[in-house]
């Protein structure tokens, strides 16, 4: 019965290092790539975002109208 706690403890720890040692350098970078994703996005964004509005000033569909003048 020790026996058996004390493999069962053993194998218990092994599983721990495993995560240690494996998962979280995994995740860590896993992390790291997305994070690294967002930035990029968030910035390819920021252009698209400058880019549609700069579209808009220039077009004449999204002017405003000055009614009043026009029917002068």
């Given at each position: 019965?020790?026996?058996?706690?004390?493999?069962?403890?053993?194998?218990?720890?092994?599983?721990?290092?495993?995560?240690?040692?494996?998962?979280?350098p995994?995740?860590?970078?896993?992390?790291?790539?997305v994070?690294?994703?967002?930035?990029?996005?968030?910035?390819?964004?920021?252009?698209?975002?400058?880019?549609?509005?700069?579209?808009?000033?220039?077009?004449?569909?999204?002017?405003?109208?000055d009614?009043?003048?026009?029917?002068k």
């Open positions: 019965l020790n026996c058996d706690s004390e493999l069962k403890q053993t194998a218990l720890q092994t599983d721990i290092l495993d995560v240690d040692y494996v998962c979280v995994d995740l860590s970078a896993r992390v790291d790539a994070k690294e994703e967002n930035l990029k996005l968030k910035s390819e964004n920021q252009v698209l975002g400058q880019y549609i509005e700069n579209l808009m000033s220039a077009s004449s569909v999204f002017q405003t109208t009614t009043k003048s026009k029917r």
